[in-house]
């Protein structure tokens, strides 16, 4: 025990002396019962809290969930307008949001230094990595993924 709780619990053990000091035997039992019916309904009230709050979650989740089911099968439908839609979202303080994929070709040409006996056939689609950046300006746009494949190439000597 620290310090601080040694202080502590002697100080509160000082005031309950102090207390119950001048009180009768029988006066002092009902104290001491009084108090633990206290600390158990305290105890009993913090357990209803904690009831409450785990239902309160339940129903925001289910609420929630309603939402999102609702949004999607109006969505799927064209049963809802976007504009309607966006104002819902911003009601209920959410963004929306959309997946698209974008599909583009890149041509790109390197120059690369190779042995004289070099031939076109040691190389294939698995031999190239190729990094590409994008800036996108648009605030609202967020890049999640993507995916880049050779498909094609052609080998020149100069």
């Known amino acids: 025990m ?3 709780n040694t202080t502590e619990t002697q100080s509160n053990q000082s005031i309950a ?4 000091k001048d009180l009768p035997a029988n006066e002092i039992v009902k104290e001491i019962q ?8 305290h105890k009993k009230q913090c357990d209803e809290n904690r009831i409450r709050a785990t239902e309160n979650q339940s129903k925001y989740l289910n609420l929630y969930n309603s939402i999102a089911e609702f949004i999607k099968e109006h969505v799927s439908t064209d049963d809802i307008s976007t504009d309607d839609l966006k104002e ?17 070709t890149v041509a790109c040409e390197y120059e690369f230094e190779v042995p004289l006996d070099f031939d076109d056939n040691d190389i294939d689609e698995s031999d190239f990595s190729i990094n590409i950046s994008s800036s996108v300006s648009n605030d609202d746009v967020e890049e999640t993924s993507e995916s880049i494949d050779v498909t094609d190439f052609e080998v020149e000597e100069n």
């Open 88 to 104: 819902l979202a911003d009601e209920l303080n959410i963004s929306l949001t959309k997946t698209i994929t974008v599909k583009f």
């Open 2 to 4: 620290t310090t601080e």
């Open 34 to 41: 009084r108090l633990l019916d206290d600390r158990d309904y």
């Open 17 to 20: 002396e102090s207390v119950v």
